[in-house]
């Protein structure tokens, strides 16, 4: 086991883990002499006992969450590790570069989480197999005949099939902050992942609109305005509906004050969260 390896990976989401345990060559020192006194075997128990230290009690419902959080974050992990190994498909430089360092991201939330629900006392889910082109959709699972069946040689459908993942994950890790209310350890990790998927969605989107083509519709900004995906594909509109909300706690926020606020802008100013039967069953399109 490779506790180095370990602390890196959970210092990229959540880089006050260990400032609230004890510094970070405290930790390692406990781990070194953990390592010294305890057979491998048992070295993750030690682990497992500083996550619960750190993030308190770990109820079945937020284990829930971060498992369902997992299952995203396997999707979008797999998508990008397949994108990024095509030939010839994504464009050399920035483009490449962009969609590399996401690909590390979602890879990097993958170990994260697995290593925060062993941490607390779960088990984490297994990785399904995915059919990126959809085929729950079309043509029934593991087909590859779906909607989105050319998106590892078709750069732009890429980039659309991008975009939805991203804008989804925003929209579930907001519905999640609810179930993880309880414990504000979790909910912090939680919502540092949803910055990132946020940036994420944000850079795609602007890809997009500055290459352009037959799949772009309307004007692509880098985020949502009323529930539209600007992606020319009806098979992504779940990820997008009931995004056009333009009342927030109760308020109005069309004209607000007197203001000209049309309906558009007032939309783009909030993400809508997803709940998780929402969530899994757009995913779901793309398991076998």
Not at 228 to 234: L, R, V
């Amino acid at each position: 086991m490779n506790l180095q390896h370990i602390i890196t990976e959970i210092e990229k989401v959540d880089p006050e883990v260990y400032e609230r345990l004890d510094s970070r060559r405290g930790a390692m020192q406990r781990f070194a002499f953990a390592g010294k006194v305890l057979a491998a075997a048992a070295v993750p128990f030690a682990l497992g006992s500083m996550f619960n230290k750190a993030y308190g009690r770990t109820t079945a419902t937020i284990l829930e969450v971060l498992n369902y959080a997992l299952t995203l974050e396997y999707l979008e992990a797999e998508f990008y590790t397949k994108a990024v190994a095509t030939t010839g498909v994504i464009p050399a430089g920035a483009a490449l570069g962009a969609l590399t360092t996401i690909r590390d991201h979602e890879n990097a939330h993958v170990n994260f989480l697995k290593t925060a629900i062993t941490g607390a006392g779960g088990t984490p889910v297994a990785k399904p197999t995915f059919d990126f082109s959809g085929g729950s959709f079309s043509g029934g699972p593991g087909t590859g005949n779906g909607p989105f069946k050319d998106a590892f040689t078709n750069y732009d459908l890429m980039l659309a099939v991008a975009q939805t993942f991203e804008d989804t994950g925003v929209r579930a890790y907001k519905g999640a902050a609810a179930d993880l209310i309880s414990n504000n350890d979790v909910l912090t990790a939680a919502l540092q992942i949803h910055s990132v998927e946020a940036r994420h969605a944000s850079h795609i989107r602007q890809m997009r609109k500055a290459r352009g083509g037959a799949l772009v519709v309307d004007d692509v900004k880098p985020w949502i305005t009323l529930n539209k995906s600007n992606i020319a594909s009806t098979a992504v509109q779940p990820s997008y509906n009931g995004e056009e909300v333009t009342n927030q706690a109760g308020v109005e926020i069309v004209n607000i004050n007197g203001k000209t606020i049309p309906a558009a802008a007032a939309s783009e100013s909030f993400d809508e969260p997803l709940t998780m039967t929402q969530v899994l069953a757009i995913v779901d399109g793309f398991i076998v």
